[in-house]
T-cell receptor, first 114, second 112 residues
């Protein structure tokens, strides 16, 4: 049981390049989300999904796209990278166990945009 | 809207010292409250949680009590260890919602 996996672990992009951050979970959770972590700002929600085919915007969605074709996968796309997107990105899935909706986080992707 | 405020860090303590990290929140209704821990180079892990007023969450010697009258969820540990060095995040989930709102995190360093 791998939990939540993310690839790549590190990535350097030039301004204007595009890329996809991969996220997969093997716990059959319906709810998944993407956060970015910046110094002194905690985690901010980018996009989330409540099930296959359903996505919605979080607090900071600009510059990012998502899709959810399967329960397992929830990729995050940067269409035209900007230095402001330099951050650490975390994917999470939620277990609805006992109503507490516990979140499980992946190990993160550290992205640098030059 | 919902928000979480944590004490500013970084916090540096000696081994076996008493730890308190303050967390207060603003929310409508009765949110669920969480503490997450992030060890260097890793993702966040759930440390403890409380889902209703006066509940006490506990794990690995850490405790936090859901205080609705003071809208607080302070994290405490009686005797910290070097291995407790990490960043700690307080978070809330609004009633009926699935999204988490995080505080800014508090970096804790324990010296031997």
């Amino acid at each position: 049981n791998a939990g939540v996996t993310q690839t790549p672990k590190f990535q350097v992009l030039k301004t204007g390049q595009s890329m996809t951050l991969q996220c997969a979970q093997d716990m059959n959770h319906e709810y998944m989300s993407w956060y970015r972590q910046d110094p002194g700002m905690g985690l901010r929600l980018i996009h989330y999904s409540v099930g296959a085919g359903i996505t919605d915007q979080g607090e900071v969605p600009n510059g990012y796209n998502v899709s959810r074709s399967t329960t397992e996968d929830f990729p995050l796309r940067l269409l035209s990278a900007a230095p402001s997107q330099t951050s650490v990105y975390f994917c999470a899935s939620i277990s609805p166990g006992q109503g507490a909706y516990e979140q499980y986080f992946g190990p993160g992707t550290r992205l640098t945009v030059t | 809207g919902n928000s979480v405020t944590q004490m500013e860090g970084p916090v540096t303590l000696s081994e076996e010292a008493f730890l308190t990290i303050n967390c207060t929140y603003t929310a409508t209704g009765y949110p669920s409250l969480f503490w997450y821990v992030q060890y260097p180079g890793e993702g966040l892990q759930l440390l403890l949680k409380a889902t209703k007023a006066d509940d006490k969450g506990s794990n690995k010697g850490f405790e936090a009590t859901y205080r609705k009258e003071t809208t607080s969820f302070h994290l405490e540990k009686g005797s910290v260890q070097v291995s407790d060095s990490a960043v700690y995040f307080c978070a809330l989930r609004g009633r009926g919602a699935q999204k988490l709102v995080f505080g800014q995190g508090t970096r804790l360093t324990i010296n031997p």
